[in-house]
Structures are given as structure tokens and as C-alpha cells.
């Protein structure tokens, strides 16, 4: 059975096709966007010359996405980058495609419609994705913004307390070292105030900085444990990137 014919049966005869020029066909299928438009996805010959299909776009998802939303900064790559990669996506000069079997076109073009839904959606769940990243995202800053302070990542000022980590540990010479820690959560929260309170027991000379996610998520307990022991907090990333450098300029004056 020729597999254009069988992904009509499978779509319940519901699938047309358009010929776009030759060798490209437009898929007129039951997929849609929120606001009612129809997915935009295209058939062509695969590029990887053993008879695969190539699913893609044609470059309209992300022309769409720019309308209301630029992938403008690293971050926003990174997120975008994911997207595609978790559903084995590629893009290429803005088109995203996907190369399959002519017998796995079926569900590979329902990945890919899910796949374009994520990617137009992406301002309205970047939130989620965002948070998932907190961590590269503070690195990203610390590497880029303050390597001059020698940046040493992972660091335990106790040699028998594994468990009492500082993310990094900056060098503010003459002055003592600070110590900052990264935190996304209520657990890494309460495992840094303990840090700092075991640091200053084994009197150990440091300043002690922390980087929220949230500082407003959390506990009025827990903001008021770690705002007694910690030096400095940054309440958000946003004030993370914002300020960080500056605090430090003023550590070393």
C-alpha cells in the first residue's frame, strides 16, 4: 500500500495534501494551533538519501513564534534547543524537520505537531523550563561575569563535612573568600543556612552569598534562618545578574 494512503486511513480519511511545488507536498490535517489555524507541516524527500520522509516546516514555526516572542538571548536558545531535542527534532537555518520510515510517518508527524504546539507556546511555559535551568543559568552568569574572582566550584571548607558544599568560592584577596551558594528551593535554603552557620563555628574566614530562585517562595521561617546566617542574599536570578557584579566591586574596594 503506497504510504501516502495508508497516513490518509490512519488520520480516519480526515488528510489531504497539497502539492506546494514538486516534491513537496502540504499536510491538510486535524491539527491545530490554539487559536484554530492549522499546523503548518510539509512532506518532502528525507536527506539522508535511503528513502526516509522529511517531516518539517518549512521555517513557519518559528516565524510564527517570533510574532509574539524573540529567541533572543542564550537562555531562550537553550530552551528552544530542548524542546527539539526531546522529541529528536532538528533545525536547520530556522526549518525544523524530522527524517523517518515512510511506515512511521503516522506518528511522527503527531510528535512533530506536538513538538510545533510547545515551541509557539514556549513564552507561555518558559516559567517551568526556566526553573529547570536555574543552575546552568547561575554558572553560565558566574563564568561569563566572574571569572576575575577565580571562581572554584564545588568546594567543602570543612575536609570532613562532605555534606556542607559551597558551590563557589570566590577569591576577594586581601579580604576573606565569599562563599556562594545557588538555590532553587526550600532544601538547598535550609542546607545552605546550615552551611554558614557551621562555617562561622569552625570559625572559618569567609563572606557568605546566596543566590535565590525565589527568595518571596519561600517560609517566613526558612527567610528568616537564612537571612540571620547568610552575608548577602540575591532575592531572584533577575537581581543575581543584575547586581552580582557590582557587590563584588564593592567586596574588593
Same mark, same amino acid.
Given at each position: 500500500?503506497?504510504?501516502?494512503?495508508?497516513?490518509?486511513?490512519?488520520?480516519?480519511?480526515?488528510?489531504?495534501?497539497?502539492?506546494?511545488?514538486?516534491?513537496?507536498?502540504?499536510?491538510?490535517?486535524?491539527?491545530?494551533?490554539?487559536?484554530?489555524?492549522?499546523?503548518?507541516?510539509?512532506?518532502?524527500?528525507?536527506?539522508?538519501?535511503?528513502?526516509?520522509?522529511?517531516?518539517?516546516?518549512?521555517?513557519?514555526?518559528?516565524?510564527?513564534?517570533?510574532?509574539?516572542?524573540?529567541?533572543?538571548?542564550?537562555?531562550?536558545?537553550?530552551?528552544?534547543?530542548?524542546?527539539?531535542?526531546?522529541?529528536?527534532?532538528?533545525?536547520?537555518?530556522?526549518?525544523?524537520?524530522?527524517?523517518?520510515?515512510?511506515? +512511521?510517518?503516522?506518528?511522527?508527524?503527531?510528535?512533530?505537531?506536538?513538538?510545533?504546539?510547545?515551541?509557539?507556546?514556549?513564552? =507561555?511555559?518558559?516559567?517551568?523550563?526556566?526553573?529547570?535551568?536555574?543552575?546552568?543559568?547561575?554558572?553560565?552568569?558566574?563564568?561569563?561575569?566572574?571569572?576575575?574572582?577565580?571562581?572554584?566550584?564545588?568546594?567543602?571548607? !570543612?575536609?570532613?563535612?562532605?555534606?556542607?558544599?559551597?558551590?563557589?568560592?570566590?577569591?576577594?584577596?586581601?579580604?576573606?573568600?565569599?562563599?556562594?551558594?545557588?538555590?532553587?528551593?526550600?532544601?538547598?535554603?535550609?542546607?545552605?543556612?546550615?552551611?554558614?552557620?557551621?562555617?562561622?563555628?569552625?570559625?572559618?574566614? +569567609?563572606?557568605?552569598? !546566596?543566590? +535565590?530562585?525565589?527568595?518571596?517562595?519561600?517560609?517566613?521561617?526558612?527567610?528568616?534562618?537564612?537571612?540571620?546566617?547568610?552575608?548577602? =542574599?540575591?532575592?531572584?536570578?533577575?537581581?543575581?545578574?543584575?547586581?552580582?557584579?557590582?557587590?563584588?566591586?564593592?567586596?574588593?574596594?
Amino acid at each position: 500500500m503506497d504510504y501516502l494512503e495508508l497516513l490518509r486511513q490512519q488520520f480516519g480519511n480526515q488528510l489531504a495534501f497539497k502539492e506546494r511545488r514538486p516534491g513537496v507536498l502540504q499536510l491538510v490535517a486535524p491539527l491545530f494551533h490554539e487559536d484554530g489555524d492549522m499546523v503548518d507541516i510539509f512532506l518532502e524527500k528525507g536527506g539522508n538519501g535511503n528513502g526516509s520522509v522529511r517531516v518539517c516546516d518549512h521555517g513557519l514555526t518559528l516565524m510564527r513564534l517570533s510574532y509574539s516572542y524573540e529567541v533572543d538571548t542564550a537562555n531562550k536558545e537553550r530552551i528552544l534547543r530542548r524542546i527539539l531535542s526531546e522529541s529528536g527534532i532538528n533545525e536547520e537555518n530556522g526549518n525544523l524537520f524530522l527524517d523517518v520510515e515512510p511506515s +512511521h510517518l503516522y506518528p511522527a508527524i503527531l510528535a512533530f505537531a506536538q513538538t510545533v504546539s510547545r515551541v509557539t507556546n514556549m513564552q =507561555q511555559f518558559k516559567r517551568e523550563v526556566i526553573q529547570s535551568l536555574f543552575y546552568e543559568m547561575v554558572d553560565e552568569f558566574v563564568q561569563s561575569n566572574l571569572r576575575k574572582y577565580n571562581p572554584q566550584p564545588k568546594v567543602y571548607p !570543612v575536609p570532613e563535612r562532605d555534606d556542607l558544599e559551597v558551590d563557589y568560592r570566590f577569591d576577594i584577596r586581601p579580604r576573606p573568600p565569599v562563599f556562594l551558594f545557588a538555590s532553587k528551593d526550600v532544601t538547598k535554603t535550609r542546607l545552605a543556612a546550615i552551611s554558614c552557620l557551621e562555617f562561622q563555628r569552625h570559625h572559618i574566614p +569567609h563572606k557568605s552569598f !546566596v543566590a +535565590h530562585e525565589d527568595f518571596d517562595s519561600l517560609g517566613r521561617k526558612d527567610r528568616a534562618r537564612i537571612t540571620s546566617a547568610a552575608d548577602k =542574599q540575591f532575592i531572584s536570578l533577575e537581581d543575581f545578574r543584575e547586581n552580582a557584579a557590582q557587590v563584588f566591586e564593592r567586596e574588593v574596594a
